[in-house]
């Protein structure tokens, strides 16, 4: 069996946010997503479950707090990477409760991003979730 790509899904309502973020994860060898507000991705999620989530935590409409329960409730996003940014060292006490598992502030460190993509990558190549 060929080893799977791992799926990214991009999500800020900024585009140049979500823009760049996806052609750094191309150059990286992902297959990126991305959505600009919380809605789409939760449809984006469900349609493509992807094994990673990066998000604002500061979206118009849908807040990321809400996204990431409400996406934690999808039963295919059970074993997915969560990772929130946010402008707000305070924000990380509440990204946890809200089901993130790692908390970035703005701007995210891209070097910490690509090690704990390429362990993700790592763990989905050798058949782990």
């Known amino acids: 069996m060929a080893a799977q790509t791992l799926r990214v899904?991009?999500?800020?309502?900024?585009?140049d946010t979500v823009d760049s973020t996806k052609m750094v994860l191309e150059i990286w060898g992902?297959?990126?997503i991305g959505a600009y507000d919380g809605e789409t991705a939760l449809a984006l999620a469900a349609e493509h479950q992807p094994h990673?989530?990066?998000?604002?935590?500061?979206?118009?409409?849908?807040?990321g707090y809400d996204f990431a329960r409400r996406l934690r409730a999808l039963p295919t996003m059970h074993d997915a990477l969560l990772i929130c940014v946010s402008g707000y060292k305070q924000n990380e006490e509440?990204?946890?409760?809200?089901?993130?598992d790692i908390h970035f502030l703005k701007p995210f460190?891209?070097?910490?991003?690509?090690r704990i993509l390429a362990e993700r990558a790592a763990t989905l190549r050798n058949g782990r979730s």
């Open 109 to 114: 460190p891209t070097d910490e991003l690509e």
């Open 94 to 100: 509440r990204a946890a409760e809200a089901a993130c």
């Open 9 to 15: 899904l991009v999500v800020d309502d900024d585009h």
């Open 52 to 63: 990673v989530v990066l998000f604002d935590l500061a979206m118009p409409g849908l807040h």
């Open 30 to 32: 992902y297959h990126p």
